[in-house]
């Protein structure tokens, strides 16, 4: 069965840094690899947007201009899992933060993981 488990969420002050984890299992190795995983956030009210992605085996990545500079994704493909390392946080980073792996005819969630910004 195939499970996506965020973790290391918080409340950060406003400039801090936190990291991301996102825990994949249920694949095989090889099945693992041909996924792009990606990062999404959803504030209060607000619809879900894509944060940052990684490739497949290349890791070639990708960021939402609001974050780049500040964010960096990685995935280690032994472990099955994807990071998000979030630095420079600000109040409007405030959201679910959730992970996402697809590849063709397959996609799946995570269930989230919170981050709040606040002094």
């Known amino acids: 069965q195939v499970r996506i488990v965020e973790s290391g969420g918080g409340l950060v002050q406003p400039g801090g840094s936190l990291r991301l984890s996102c825990a994949a299992s249920g694949f095989t190795f090889t099945d693992y690899i041909g996924y792009t995983m990606s990062w999404y956030r959803q504030a209060p009210g607000k619809e879900r947007d894509l944060v940052a992605s990684i490739t497949s085996n290349s890791g070639g990545t990708s960021y939402a201009d609001s974050v780049k500079g500040r964010f960096t994704v990685s995935r280690d493909n032994v472990q099955k899992t994807v990071y998000l390392q979030m630095n420079s946080l600000k109040p409007e980073d405030t959201a679910v933060y959730y992970c996402?792996?697809?590849?063709?005819?397959?996609?799946?969630w995570g269930q989230g993981t919170q981050v709040t910004v606040s002094s």
């Open positions: 996402k792996a697809v590849r063709p005819f397959r996609t799946y």
